[in-house]
T-cell receptor, first 115, second 117 residues
């Protein structure tokens, strides 16, 4: 089964700083990749997804992610964070090429943005 | 608007009791999932279903069961609640890609916080 690794447990940034959250997955075949965000006390919402095509994916609220197949990575980026980006971020993957259709989530990265 | 609702939102129960968490979606999605969220573990898959009468075990299925008698509902039952099952439970649904079980974007419910004393 595929697995997902998120490198940072907790990231603390000042407003306007740039953000990059790491995500690596374990499966070498065809994958679908997702980033979800969970604001305090809320459920998970989709930020962006990659199924195929342009490896640079743009999502909501100014977030983007780049799929680098050779590195098995799907890092999330934002050029300038705001206090309202304080949340927990989850990377997720499924591997239809392996017959594994359900999503596997990383353990999450908590982002705290200081005003 | 289509949505996915969970009930109850909060539940406190005692060890050994049976508990059922309800999940109802109006997206008409074939795929439904139950995850639990715990500090340090992220989301872990408990059970999932790709359609009516279909159920499958996930990563942490011991002590849990589900049934799928219609498209809209996937109730999660804890047969004999244990303190280790204290958690926040999320139900999710998705449509299939290409007519098969390949799941697209998950739509999540608001979560059910369960405390087992």
């Amino acid at each position: 089964a595929q697995s997902v690794s998120q490198h940072n447990h907790h990231v603390i940034l000042s407003e306007a700083a740039s953000l990059e959250l790491g995500c690596n997955y374990s499966y070498g075949g065809t994958v679908n990749l997702f980033w979800y965000v969970q604001y305090p006390g809320q459920h998970l919402q989709l930020l962006l997804k990659y199924f195929s095509g342009d490896p640079l994916v743009k999502g909501i609220k100014g977030f983007e992610a780049e799929f680098i197949k050779s590195k098995f990575s799907f890092n999330l980026r934002k050029p300038s964070v705001q206090w309202s980006d304080t949340a927990e971020y989850f990377c997720a993957v499924n591997a239809p090429g392996a017959g594994s259709y359900q999503l596997t989530f990383g353990k999450g990265t908590k982002l705290s943005v200081i005003p | 608007d289509a949505e996915i609702t969970q009930s109850p939102r909060h539940k406190i129960t005692e060890t050994g009791r049976q508990v059922t968490l309800a999940c109802h979606q109006t997206w008409n999605h074939n795929n439904m999932f139950w995850y639990r969220q715990d500090l340090g573990h992220g989301l872990r898959l408990i059970h999932y279903s790709y359609g009516v009468q279909d159920t499958n075990k996930g990563e942490v299925s011991d002590g849990y069961s589900v049934s799928r008698s219609n498209t809209e509902d996937l109730p999660l039952t804890l047969e004999s609640a244990a303190s280790s099952q204290t958690s926040v439970y999320f139900c999710a649904s998705s449509e299939s890609i290409g007519g098969g079980p390949n799941t697209g974007e998950l739509f999540f419910g608001e979560g059910s916080r369960l405390t087992v004393l």
